[in-house]
Nanobody, 124 residues
Framework: QVDLMESGGGSVQAGGSLKLSCEVSRVTPNRNCMAWFRQAPGKQRELVANIHTRYIRTYYDDAVQGRFTISLDNTKKTAYLQMDSLNADDTAVYYC?????????????????WGQGTQVTVAS
């Protein structure tokens, strides 16, 4: 079992920035990836960005490409999501996920462990 602890959510004006953090309780060699998802009210949870933990390859949804940056710290214990140029459409609960074994964080069904979620609210 691995626990994911998120932090960094909050409220911000449109055009502002926030940085989310997600720390895993332990680092294991069979972890493939970490990812950020978001779920707005009445909508399905969607992939925002993911990062391969060994090769540091990244993927971004078109809606956030160029505005959000996913990264890992040097210990690979913490993943970050730097969010710039936020707009009202970015308002959602943001969830951190980690993929192990045959799961590669490509979608909701490809995540092994989830964080509890953190609210991001962007006022227009």
């Amino acid at each position: 079992q691995v626990d994911l602890m998120e932090s960094g959510g909050g409220s911000v004006q449109a055009g502002g920035s926030l940085k989310l953090s997600c720390e895993v309780s332990r680092v294991t060699p069979n972890r493939n990836c970490m990812a950020w998802f978001r779920q707005a009210p009445g909508k399905q949870r969607e992939l925002v960005a993911n990062i391969h933990t060994r090769y540091i390859r990244t993927y971004y949804d078109d809606a956030v490409q160029g505005r959000f940056t996913i990264s890992l710290d040097n210990t690979k214990k913490t993943a970050y999501l730097q969010m710039d140029s936020l707009n009202a459409d970015d308002t959602a609960v943001y969830y951190c996920g980690a993929g192990y074994g045959h799961q590669w964080c490509a979608g909701v069904g490809a995540v092994t462990y989830w964080g509890q979620g953190t609210q991001v609210t962007v006022a227009s």
